[in-house]
């Protein structure tokens, strides 16, 4: 299985400023058919609610995710980042790889204001 | 509206059985692949399986710790989605939600599954 570790496991930022968050996964997942498109994916989960898909191939945005979140990495190194914090943004951060079943998550990220 | 409503969440004991259902509408269900996630109190997430559109031969996958105890099937004629769970376990206790597609682009509210005696 592939195994997703994500850093640091919470994280206080102050509003208006940046917050990122890493995601390393144990072995590639690049689909290598045109070496852009990698199965990786960002998820946002609110207190009480379901998860909710922010990101797709490591930096697609889903249509109506504000532009402030943005991700990025290539090879095994992945990158959530937040430009501004919005109060709205308090939530558990997850990854995903969907590159081979099992499609394993890394254990969350608890994003706070400061 | 698209949206998925899972039900049939309960309390089972240890070794019951328990079968959850999944009723998709506003979106093409047919079309689509189908997975179910679990999360445990105050845990992460984790996927349980997912079943293939028909076109894809509705063939399925599951995570070990549930592959052998858990099956899913679809009833496209319904629009409906469900996981049969059998011997289950204490570790089995959790919110399960219905998802679409990979990644998983749609999440039910969930339905909770406590397995205690």
């Known amino acids: 299985d592939i195994v997703m570790t994500q850093s640091p496991d919470s994280l206080a930022v102050s509003l208006g400023e940046r917050a990122t968050i890493n995601c390393k996964s144990s072995q590639s997942v690049l689909y290598s058919s045109d070496n852009r498109n990698y199965f990786f994916a960002w998820y946002q989960q609110k207190p009480g609610q379901p998860p909710k898909l922010l990101i797709r191939?490591?930096?697609t945005r889903e249509s109506g995710v504000p532009d402030r979140f943005s991700g990025s990495g290539s090879g095994t190194d992945f990158t959530l980042t937040i430009s501004s914090l919005q109060t709205e943004d308090v939530a558990v951060y997850y990854c995903?790889?969907?590159?081979?079943?099992?499609?394993?998550f890394g254990q969350g990220t608890k994003l706070e204001i400061k | 509206e698209v949206q998925l409503v899972e039900s049939g969440g309960g309390l089972v004991k240890p070794g019951g059985s328990l079968t959850l259902s999944c009723a998709a509408s506003g979106f093409t269900f047919s079309n689509s692949w189908m997975n179910w996630v679990r999360q445990a109190p105050g845990k992460g997430l984790e996927w349980v399986g997912h079943?293939?559109?028909?076109?894809?031969?509705?063939?399925?996958d599951f995570a070990a710790p549930v592959k052998g105890r858990f099956t899913i099937s679809r009833d496209d004629s319904k629009n409906m989605l469900y996981l049969q769970m059998n011997s289950l376990k204490t570790e089995d206790t959790a919110m399960y939600y219905c998802?679409?597609?990979?990644?998983?682009?749609?999440w039910g509210q969930g339905a909770l599954v406590t397995v205690s005696s």
């Open positions: 079943i293939k559109r028909n076109l894809d031969g509705a063939t399925t």
């Open positions: 998802t679409r597609n990979t990644p998983d682009d749609l």
């Open positions: 995903q790889q969907y590159y081979s079943n099992p499609y394993t």
């Open positions: 191939g490591a930096s």
